[in-house]
């Protein structure tokens, strides 16, 4: 059967308890220790982590606020530098159609002055063909044959000159 034996079961305990105690000072203790120390590592880091999340959130969100902020600058100076643009067009545009009406006016006031200087020279030379023409009528006596022939000379000497 089996027998219980009071001695033994207490050596067995105070075997047991002191076991105990060796383990828990030499084993659970530094053990304890460690796994606080690492449990307070990991506290931080997560600590940190969580803190440079919340920083990169907030570069996130500068950068995307600054890069608006650009976009919309660099819009403003697109549109005016296109507005500028169409300015400087428009303004040489105006000086060509000036520049070009009054070169159209000078010509038109040169040809003008063309023609007069055409048409006075035609008179001067209208007036020494009749007065040639007036000269020989009065030295000859003039048929109609020979009035004829006089008057298509002149107009043939008109025309000639009139090409040249």
Do not use: H, Y
Not at 86 to 99: C, G, S
Request: hydrophobic share 45%.
């Amino acid at each position: 059967m089996i027998e219980i034996n009071g001695w033994i079961i207490l050596v067995q305990l105070a075997s047991f308890l002191v076991l105990m105690l060796v383990l828990s000072k030499f084993l659970f203790g530094p053990i304890t220790l460690f796994l606080e120390k690492r449990r307070a590592e990991i506290d931080e880091s997560f600590a940190l982590v969580k803190k440079e999340q919340e920083e990169s959130s907030k570069l996130i969100e500068e950068a995307r606020e600054r890069l608006i902020s650009t976009e919309d600058k660099s819009k403003i100076a697109f549109d005016r530098a296109i507005k500028e643009g169409e300015e400087k067009k428009n303004e040489i545009i105006r000086r060509a159609k000036t520049e070009a009406d009054g070169l159209v006016k000078k010509a038109g006031l040169e040809i003008e002055r063309k023609k007069d200087e055409a048409v006075l020279e035609l008179k001067k030379g209208v007036t020494d063909i009749t007065i040639a023409l007036s000269r020989k009528i009065i030295k000859e006596e003039i048929d109609e044959e020979r009035a004829q022939r006089l008057i298509n000379e002149f107009a043939e000497k008109v025309s000639a000159e009139d090409i040249k």
